[in-house]
T-cell receptor
Framework: AQSVTQLDSQVPVFEEAPVELRCNYSSSVSVYLFWYVQYPNQGLQLLLKYLSGSTLVKGINGFEAEFNKSQTSFHLRKPSVHISDTAEYFCAVSGVKAAGNKLTFGGGTRVLVKP | SAVISQKPSRDICQRGTSLTIQCQVDSQVTMMFWYRQQPGQSLTLIATANQGSEATYESGFVIDKFPISRPNLTFSTLTVSNMSPEDSSIYLC?????????FGQGTRLTVV
């Protein structure tokens, strides 16, 4: 079984400032890691994923995340945010299996970008 | 990638009634997943639906309340039965392709 903790429920940030969203997980098996974004009144969109290989993962819209196995973390970063980045961000994990990996989500971090 | 269509996109229902949500995928998938997102909360897995077998429910969810059908490899339905206001949530269908999960736009259910 897996669990995910997003340490910040809300993150206010000014436009063009950097942002970091923290995600820690626990698992007894190897994991895949994901960040999803949910814009107001919309569905989930995949921002980026870590499956294997380089621990620094680049995603869409200028976001990146770094997998740190020793700290069981997968923090999301963006060097300069825009108003349009206002959304809820979810970190998720799944156990590595051949198929049928179900996702365990963190509680979400609401990012509010201020002008 | 996968394109997932969910119907209805939203509904307002009377308590005590049932609503069936449909999920259509543009490719054949072995497993489909149903999630619930209660207001202001994260997503919680309700059940996993395999074609040709009964769905597997997570702790806290039962078949009588959330019956699921999976008649073929591209389609599934989730029924929310005997609804109460506590069932007001967004219900999302998801599929896995290449170790990645894709989501439908969700069904926003309000029970009055």
């Amino acid at each position: 079984a897996q669990s995910v903790t997003q340490l910040d429920s809300q993150v206010p940030v000014f436009e063009e400032a950097p942002v970091e969203l923290r995600c820690n997980y626990s698992s007894s098996v190897s994991v895949y890691l994901f960040w999803y974004v949910q814009y107001p009144n919309q569905g989930l969109q995949l921002l980026l994923k870590y499956l294997s290989g380089s621990t620094l993962v680049k995603g869409i819209n200028g976001f990146e995340a770094e997998f740190n196995k020793s700290q069981t973390s997968f923090h999301l970063r963006k060097p300069s945010v825009h108003i349009s980045d206002t959304a809820e961000y979810f970190c998720a994990v799944s156990g590595v299996k051949a198929a049928g990996n179900k996702l365990t989500f963190g509680g979400g971090t609401r990012v509010l970008v201020k002008p | 990638s996968a394109v997932i269509s969910q119907k209805p996109s939203r509904d307002i229902c009377q308590r005590g009634t049932s609503l069936t949500i449909q999920c259509q995928v543009d490719s054949q998938v072995t497993m489909m997943f149903w999630y619930r997102q209660q207001p202001g909360q994260s997503l919680t897995l309700i059940a996993t639906a395999n074609q040709g077998s009964e769905a597997t429910y997570e702790s806290g969810f039962v078949i009588d309340k959330f019956p699921i059908s999976r008649p073929n490899l591209t389609f599934s339905t989730l029924t929310v039965s005997n609804m109460s206001p506590e069932d007001s949530s967004i219900y999302l269908c998801s599929v896995e392709l290449g170790a990645m999960a894709f989501f439908g736009q969700g069904t926003r259910l309000t029970v009055v």
